[in-house]
């Protein structure tokens, strides 16, 4: 059974950082992209970071800077630091593999 389980999330105030962590089990976690998407109140799902199997990292303009994503194959869990949070940051997390898997997703607040 796929399971992708995202942690980490919580209120944090403007300017401070969090680390979200997703763990996978039920798949081969090293052939697949992982992804990092989010979703804030009545708005759509965006793409906050992705990284390939190979380890490379793609960010949209709009993420990049403040985000990082990373991977531990060892153990199956992708990672996204998330510094210098804003307001705007505030959203629901979601980890992705390769667009055939999605976690239930963690809530981040910025707020002070």
């Known amino acids: 059974q796929v399971q992708l389980v995202e942690s980490g999330g919580g209120l944090v105030q403007p300017g401070g950082s969090l680390r979200l962590s997703c763990a996978a089990s039920g798949f081969i976690f090293s052939t697949k992209d992982m992804s990092w998407y989010r979703q804030a109140p009545g708005k759509e799902r965006e793409l906050v970071a992705h990284?390939?199997?190979?380890?490379?990292?793609i960010y949209p303009d709009s993420m990049k800077g403040r985000f990082t994503i990373s991977r531990d194959n060892a153990k199956n869990t992708v990672f996204l630091q998330m510094n210098n949070l804003k307001a705007d940051d505030t959203a629901v997390y979601y980890c992705d593999a390769a667009n055939e898997y999605w976690g239930q997703g963690t809530q981040v607040v910025v707020s002070s």
């Open positions: 990284i390939t199997r190979d380890g490379i990292k």
